[in-house]
């Protein structure tokens, strides 16, 4: 999945645009590969969607799940920036990737600055989701459960061509 959404962004990225969001468009979760290679068919991708949608809607399942990353664990036995292979099952990870994939491009909110010590600024340029998309709503919290009883602001990024954002350290800025 990241390979396949890795590829898709450098193509956008040479071609200069975005995810696309116009109609008719292909995705990558209409295009989901199966275990064997293949392409699924309509009802496969039907399924794994619904799947998805029940999973994110299944507070026990989910945090269970995300108990068993043991993400606080790894942060503290790492130097801050921690790698997770298969963060969510399989159909989740699709309907993330669909979910991102189908939002307009006016519903994301372009923020940018430049370097500015004095406001805490970085230099930066990129769009962000948060709220609006219901469905992008239930997967953040689905996020958010890898680290429970913490207090945590999660939202979808995008960068696009000419965006950006300068090399820095958020934990600097926190208490």
Same mark, same amino acid.
Do not use: C
């Given at each position: 999945?990241?390979? %396949?959404? %890795? #590829?898709?962004?450098?193509?956008?990225?040479?071609?200069?645009?975005?995810?696309?969001?116009?109609?008719?468009?292909?995705?990558?979760?209409?295009?989901?590969?199966?275990?064997?290679?293949?392409?699924?068919?309509?009802?496969?991708?039907?399924?794994? %969607?619904?799947?998805?949608?029940?999973?994110?809607?299944?507070?026990?399942?989910?945090?269970?799940?995300?108990?068993?990353?043991?993400?606080?664990?790894?942060?503290?036995? $790492?130097?801050?920036? #921690?790698?997770?292979?298969?963060?969510?099952?399989?159909?989740?990870?699709?309907?993330?990737?669909?979910?991102?994939?189908? %939002?307009?491009?006016? $519903?994301?909110?372009?923020?940018?600055?430049?370097?500015?010590?004095?406001?805490?600024?970085?230099?930066?340029?990129? $769009?962000?989701?948060?709220?609006?998309?219901?469905?992008?709503?239930?997967?953040?919290?689905?996020?958010?459960?890898?680290?429970?009883?913490?207090?945590?602001?999660?939202?979808?990024?995008?960068?696009?061509?000419?965006?950006?954002?300068?090399?820095?350290?958020?934990?600097?800025?926190?208490?």
């Amino acid at each position: 999945l990241r390979t %396949m959404r %890795m #590829v898709r962004a450098r193509r956008h990225a040479r071609a200069g645009e975005g995810p696309r969001d116009e109609p008719g468009s292909t995705d990558l979760a209409s295009a989901a590969p199966e275990p064997g290679g293949g392409l699924l068919s309509a009802a496969a991708k039907k399924t794994a %969607m619904k799947e998805a949608k029940q999973w994110i809607s299944n507070y026990r399942t989910v945090s269970a799940w995300m108990r068993r990353k043991d993400l606080a664990g790894q942060l503290q036995n $790492s130097s801050g920036l #921690v790698r997770l292979r298969d963060f969510l099952p399989e159909p989740v990870a699709w309907l993330a990737l669909h979910t991102l994939e189908t %939002m307009p491009g006016g $519903s994301w909110n372009t923020t940018q600055a430049a370097r500015d010590p004095s406001r805490n600024n970085i230099a930066h340029r990129f $769009s962000s989701q948060r709220f609006g998309e219901p469905l992008l709503q239930q997967l953040l919290r689905v996020v958010g459960e890898a680290l429970p009883g913490e207090l945590n602001s999660f939202s979808a990024g995008r960068y696009t061509k000419g965006d950006h954002i300068a090399r820095h350290d958020d934990r600097q800025h926190t208490d």
